[in-house]
């Protein structure tokens, strides 16, 4: 395989499918100087347990500097500096980017001189589950691989093994049917911090909190587990509101709450709110500043939820 192997790989699709684990199968398998006859890594012979030490000299992971952040130019610029040097171990050299759409515009040209001027032995895999956020310069110089949701039948069955049964459902919906990203909600109680997070956005609703004993909360939890739930949650609402009652929803164990969360606000203001959530993140990307962005969620759940609106 290694042979015909292109230059450039994007493993696309949604969260949770298993394309890092992929990247990091053909990474290993890629250095190891006897792979298998399925092509996997045999994990005895010298690259193996470099890699296994997590120490290989030719396998770099190029990640953001904090979860959410951007990439930045300098870490692309190490890329391409040593792609052109050859292998310190003599096999393939293998860089991963993950995820490739936190690279910014100045990080994806630094990259784009890569990609138009292939190194022999090396590969880079470009990991992205929102591949339509890469430029589309990057996109065309990739050989895409794309990960599909496996058929809901086989993921209830390999989800039965390894989760727990009475939140199985609820599993499956929050996280679209992706198997290891049911997992992953399992392990981080995804489904507890949405019960916990709508609990809050109805007492603010009805005035009961202070908004600000609710921020300091908020605060004390992990903000990627609050804002992705929040995100699941509003787009529960916007459904709801909507009145697509038999759609399908993040959190079917919910509904009733979530129902009547959603009573009396415009669905247009559910909207905006969304389109704050999303401009939100994308300025966190640069900046970050965790208190402030909380208390402008908090203000705004509250402007939406006036009485009489707006
Ligand atoms: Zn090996």
New binding site residues.
Partial sequence: MAGRLPHALLLAGAGGLGKAAFATRLSDSL?????DGEGD?????A??RL?LAGSHPDQKLVVPGEPGKMIKIDAIRDLTASSVLSAQEGGYRVFVIDPAEAMNRASANALLKTLEEPVSRTVLILVSSHPDRLAATIRSRCQVVKFAVPPIEEVRAWLAERADPASFEELLAISGGAPLRALQAQEEGWIEESRRLSGELATLKQRKANPLSIVEEWEKRPLTLLSESLKRCLSDLIKLASGLCDTTIYHPGLRGELQSLSEGIDLQLLYGFNDDLVRLDRESAHNLNVQMKLEYIANRWLQITRPGGR
């Fill in positions: 250095v190891c100087t006897r792979p890594a045999c994990g005895v012979c690259p193996c890699t």
